[in-house]
Structures are given as structure tokens and as C-alpha cells.
């Protein structure tokens, strides 16, 4: 039933060590988007694709980046974490919202460790 | 608009009683606005939307009020449950963007 689905759920890593976080989905939407919530607090939004169109938000650090490499599937690469990293990501969904102002669709997060 | 780096506020109501969930956005150009209810370890779920042509919209046990003179947006529960003890968050969407809300911590007392 899920329709997005992050992989993995719990993800530790070492200090500056690559780390790559999954997320694919079922409902064929063309926006998906990366969120980073640390505890008690909103999320933030990193960026997102808008079908293979890449926006980045201003705030967000050189070391997140994305692949989108079909319609399914979205990667969230952080090339050298930092224990200020450590949180849970967020991949959700949405179709055309600025057209037809549908909602996002969240998977459950990946809560990122970092040693 | 975005309240990032803000700690939740709280709030604590007996079951059965209506709960009240305040949320102030900051983007006049925002033109639909969502309320999501996220449990602990999970992802934010769905709860109800609204438009910005619309100052109200019920859903089961839920409205959202949208008053756009002040940029307010609020969400009640009615005859609040113990599952509905979660972090709720409004957010509103410019462009393409989805942007939250600080959130809050609705606890219901048994």
C-alpha cells in the first residue's frame, strides 16, 4: 500500500563518509521533493524536482545534492556529513501542485546517524 | 512561510474536548494551504486543505479557517481523541514550493 517508500528507515554513517538515502514512489507524480526535520521542529525543504528540472533552495548546503534518474526514483547524496546532519530526511510527493494544488504525499524518513 | 529552528509549542486538551491549532504564514502570494498530522517516527499524513478563494472547509471532526487579512490559518478538532496526540503542522505552497509551519504538539489527556 505504501506509495512512498524511503530506504532505509534507519541509516548510520561515519563522519565525512558518503551517504546516499532512497526514495521511490508508485504514484507516478512529477514533483518529488527532500525534506531534512531535525527533532522538534518543522521540516526544512532542501529541494526538488519538477519532472528533471532541479531546484535547489537557496539555504541549502553544497554537500546535499539529488539524482532523479526516472520518474520512480530520488536520491539524496550527502558527500561529506557532519554531525549537525544528523536527522530525520523526508522524499515526498506531488502532482503539478501549482496547477492542481494537491497535497504532498510523505514517506516515512530515513533517520540519519552520524558517528 | 517558513519557521525553521523554532521549538514546538505544545498544547494539552482532555479527551473529548475541541482542540484549536493556530498557524501564521508569511507569504501573501501563497494560494493553498494544508494541514498535516505527523506521529512520532513517521511522516506527515494528510488532514485537510484549503484554497485561498476559501475562508472555510470541513472535513470529519476537522475545520480549517483561513483568514487571509492577517495571514492565519487555523485548524480544530472536534471532540478530541487520544489519537489524535500528535505534531501538526499547516503548510502552504508558492510555486511549486511546499513550505511548513513551526508545528504543534497536541498531547490529549485520557
Known amino acids: 500500500d505504501a506509495m512512498v517508500i524511503q530506504n532505509p528507515r534507519y541509516q548510520v554513517t561515519q563522519f565525512g563518509k558518503p551517504v546516499t538515502l532512497s526514495c521511490s514512489q508508485t504514484?507516478?507524480?512529477?514533483?518529488m521533493y527532500w525534506y531534512q526535520q531535525k527533532s522538534s521542529q518543522a521540516p526544512k525543504l532542501l529541494f526538488h524536482?519538477?519532472?528533471?528540472?532541479?531546484?535547489n533552495e537557496a539555504d541549502t548546503p553544497d554537500n546535499f545534492q539529488s539524482r532523479r534518474p526516472n520518474t520512480s526514483f530520488c536520491f539524496l547524496d550527502i558527500r561529506s556529513p557532519g554531525l549537525g546532519d544528523a536527522a530525520m530526511y523526508l522524499c515526498?510527493?506531488?502532482?503539478?501542485?501549482?496547477?492542481?494544488?494537491?497535497?504532498?504525499?510523505f514517506g516515512d524518513g530515513t533517520r540519519l546517524s552520524i558517528l | 512561510g517558513e519557521s525553521v529552528g523554532l521549538h514546538l509549542p505544545t498544547l494539552s486538551v482532555q479527551e473529548g474536548d475541541n482542540s484549536i491549532i493556530n498557524c501564521a504564514y508569511s507569504?501573501?502570494?501563497?494560494?493553498?494551504f494544508i494541514w498535516y498530522k505527523q506521529e512520532s517516527g513517521k511522516g506527515p499524513q494528510f488532514i485537510i486543505d484549503?484554497?485561498?478563494?476559501?475562508d472555510k472547509r470541513q472535513g470529519q471532526r476537522v475545520t480549517v479557517l483561513l483568514n487571509k487579512t492577517v495571514k492565519h490559518l487555523s485548524l480544530q478538532i472536534a471532540a478530541t481523541q487520544p489519537g489524535d496526540s500528535a505534531v501538526y503542522f499547516c503548510?502552504?505552497?508558492?510555486?511549486?514550493?511546499?513550505?511548513f509551519g513551526t508545528g504543534t504538539s497536541l498531547t490529549v489527556i485520557p
Open positions: 515526498a510527493t506531488s502532482r503539478d501542485p501549482g496547477y492542481s494544488n494537491q497535497p504532498q504525499h
Open positions: 504514484l507516478n507524480h512529477n514533483v
Open positions: 524536482y519538477y519532472d528533471k528540472d532541479f531546484n
Open positions: 507569504n501573501s502570494a501563497s494560494d493553498y
Open positions: 484549503i484554497r485561498s478563494n476559501m
Open positions: 503548510a502552504d505552497l508558492t510555486g511549486n514550493q511546499f513550505y
